[in-house]
């Protein structure tokens, strides 16, 4: 790419006051903000740092305050008393607060759910009032030691039995990984000899197996365009490298926010464009970014929305469109980035943490899960190291945004090691430690060129959107301690239980703020082709709205759904013990199982965003195993609680598995056993 010329304040914020020509902290850059002097008389400094909460002080000499406690740069010097008054909360602010006291008001409710249902657990339901509150207490807030008291779906014996643990009252974990559905009891014996022939054949970790043996990501790059040999990357077009950022944060940014847009395209990007692209962070973040961004792009050619910066309201192909043609898309881009990281792998910093973080994103959209969860293991490793340090302050940029990779590092671990029964790196130990963000901005100097559209409104959308699946996370670490129980009696799960869960869930969804709010109705109306929230205008900003909203929704029905599935496993295991509560339950359950937005709306077109598919293939393939046995069953009350068209929705999970299935050698073994029923 060739270098262009920068203001002075850019070479300036770039580094150039770095003598080892090694890599400038955060810090270091920001304090770099502040310009030199002007010389001449007359002149004045431009004033690019306005204090958020100056003191009385400085507020009457009307100087800038530096902000520093317990006091500031003046008053230190003039020994005089620093006193700050509170300010006042900004609209931004109170919705913020009101966000945050949301979430703690779903975990008070949870905390009381014991005292709520006491009347009707009598001499069985103190194990279930243990059990509540010890994932109030426990698994929320340290999921690590939830994680290690679940079973795994590990070896069953050859007749088919489970592979189970007790709790010290005798009963019994239920696994919450869907690949544990083939051994529940009672399932063999409704499922066909050939499918078991095969599952032997296969064995009992396969999914991991497969996954491990597969050949590792190729390592070659393919130069653009190809004559442009070993130095193609100096020669890309300026409008490629930025529409490919555009494009990443316009579509995948928004539901996992681990950078910062300002602070990239300020000075990440900013550091590449002028000094090239070197063996540095900066570049191995840029190089990543543009990996994603190609698969952004081919995702809105295939949703046919308007890339960043367009005009009009379809898609009309860019002129370095066939940078994007690869399989994977993106790959020599993340190639050139795994090629540098090599020589700073030592960094445990926060770009490093985002590096991580980026990678095991694209090892997601490509269905590599064991390579992504690798990624994860690192920043969550990089994590531990740096917030070991206790003094950071998380109400300033920087500190914030280490919760915000935090964060993100914490919920994209749990849903990798929950389905495949890894054990946790420990991260989530650290949860007390560290506050939900705030998302602080980026306050930076503008570069010519460089700087990207931005929507005032955008930072707020992403805090709601996140804050929102950290209350969903909360809640489901929560389902998932208090019921993935079985009692041989037959009192275990308990409908009082789940009926206050399942009200939790419905605040949660009621609650969310208006920017991202939806409805059942809402939600039922994505059976249909298009989501609603996908109708004109066809803007960038429409399309990431679309897939927030998607998956907001999608993780509404996971809930529900989870919340029915350990009465589905009583139904399998023990038909006979069923009561009128428990079939009104596996009903919700069965009901909350179909439709999910992943297949329907905006992702029957556009394969190339829909994130977390491996996930959402797992919950399939337990799903269709639990259709397949419920329809099956000798028991006509079971046979009833099947919703209507559930045949449809069948078919549209086995299609998804079929879309998969050739990025994933344990997808296609999936579909392989689905296919023999």
């Keep these: 790419m060739s270098k262009r010329p920068f203001e002075e304040s850019a070479s300036t914020a770039h580094g150039s006051s770095d003598p080892a020509g090694g890599n400038i902290s955060i810090t270091e850059l920001l304090s770099n903000l502040e310009e030199p002097e002007p010389q001449g008389q007359g002149s004045k400094k431009p004033r690019n740092f306005i204090a958020a909460v100056a003191c009385e002080n400085c507020r009457l000499k009307k100087t800038r305050c530096d902000e520093s406690r317990p006091k500031c740069g003046l008053c230190k010097a003039l020994k005089l008393d620093c006193v700050y008054s509170e300010r006042k909360l900004s609209k931004k602010d109170q919705s913020i607060g009101m966000i945050i006291s949301t979430l703690h008001r779903i975990e008070t409710k949870l905390e009381h759910l014991p005292s709520t249902i006491s009347r009707d657990l009598h001499p069985v339901t103190n194990h279930a009032a243990e059990t509540v509150r010890g994932a109030t207490t426990a698994s929320v807030r340290t999921p690590s030691q939830t994680l290690s008291q679940t079973t795994t779906p590990a070896a069953a014996s050859q007749n088919g039995s489970e592979a189970r643990e007790t709790t010290d009252k005798g009963d019994i974990s239920i696994s919450f990984s869907q690949h544990g559905v083939p051994v529940w009891p009672g399932v063999a014996k409704l499922l066909p000899d050939r499918f078991w022939i095969s599952y032997d054949q296969l064995g009992r970790n396969y999914v991991l197996d497969f996954e491990m043996s597969r050949p590792s990501l190729p390592p070659w790059v393919q130069p653009f365009p190809p004559q442009n040999g070993d130095n193609w ?254 009692s041989e009696s037959g009192n275990l799960p308990r409908p009082a239980v789940s009926a206050e869960l399942h009200n939790q869930v419905e605040q949660w969804r009621t609650n969310l703020p208006s920017a991202i709010q939806f409805s059942e109705l809402h939600n039922s109306t994505l059976v249909n082709n298009d989501s609603p929230s996908i109708n004109e205008p066809r803007t960038p900003a429409s399309l990431a709205v679309a897939v927030a909203d998607s998956m907001l929704q999608a993780r509404y029905k996971i809930c ?114 689905v296919q023999l029923l």
């Excluded at 959209?365 to 190291?385: E, H, K, T, V, Y």
């Excluded at 079939?583 to 179909?594: D, F, N, V």
Aim: proline share 7%.
């Design 233 to 486: 990357l100096e020669e890309l077009p300026f409008a490629l490298v930025k529409g490919l950022c555009e494009a990443f944060f316009a579509l995948f940014h928004p539901s996992t926010p681990f950078m910062d847009k300002h602070f990239f395209f300020s000075f990440t990007l900013g550091a590449v464009i002028e000094n090239g692209f070197g063996f540095t962070i900066e570049t191995c973040l840029v190089l990543n970014v543009m990996a994603l961004g190609c698969l952004a792009v081919r995702a809105y050619e295939e949703a046919d929305f308007p890339l960043p910066g367009a005009f009009g309201d379809h898609f009309e192909v860019p002129t370095w469109m066939d940078v994007t043609g690869e399989e994977p898309s993106g790959l020599s881009f993340f190639n050139e980035a795994r090629k540098r990281i090599g020589f700073l792998i030592e960094k445990n910093d926060l770009p490093s943490c985002q590096y991580y973080l980026l990678s095991a994103m694209y090892y997601t959209q490509i269905i590599r899960p064991l390579d992504s969860g690798a990624m994860l293991n690192r920043a969550a490793a990089a994590l531990c190291f740096m917030l070991a340090n206790r003094d950071i302050n998380y109400n300033e940029w920087e500190g914030d945004m280490k919760s915000r990779v935090f964060w993100n590092t914490v919920m994209y671990e749990t849903i990798l090691v929950q389905e495949l029964d890894l054990p946790p790196s420990g991260l989530s130990s650290l949860e007390d430690n560290v506050p939900i963000p705030k998302f602080i901005p980026f306050s930076a100097v503008r570069l010519p060129g460089i700087t990207p559209s931005h929507d005032p409104d955008d930072s707020y959308f992403h805090q709601c959107h996140f804050l929102a699946q950290i209350a969903n996370r909360i809640i489901l670490t929560r389902i998932r301690h208090s019921l993935f129980l079985f």
């Design 560 to 673: 529900k759904f989870h919340i029915g599935r350990p009465y589905l496993y009583k139904a399998l295991r023990a038909p006979g013990l069923l009561t009128e509560e428990d079939l009104e339950q596996i009903r919700s359950g069965l009901k909350y199982a179909m439709d999910w937005p992943m297949v329907r709306g905006v992702f029957q077109r556009m394969k190339s965003c829909i994130p977390i598919k491996f996930a959402f293939c797992s919950q399939f393939f337990g799903q269709l195993l639990i259709f397949y046995c419920i329809s099956h069953s000798a028991d006509p009350r079971l046979r009833a609680t099947l919703p209507v068209g559930w045949e449809g929705w069948y078919s549209e999970m086995v299609d998804f598995l079929e879309s998969c299935a050739p990025y994933s050698p344990a997808i296609a073994r999936d579909l392989e056993l």
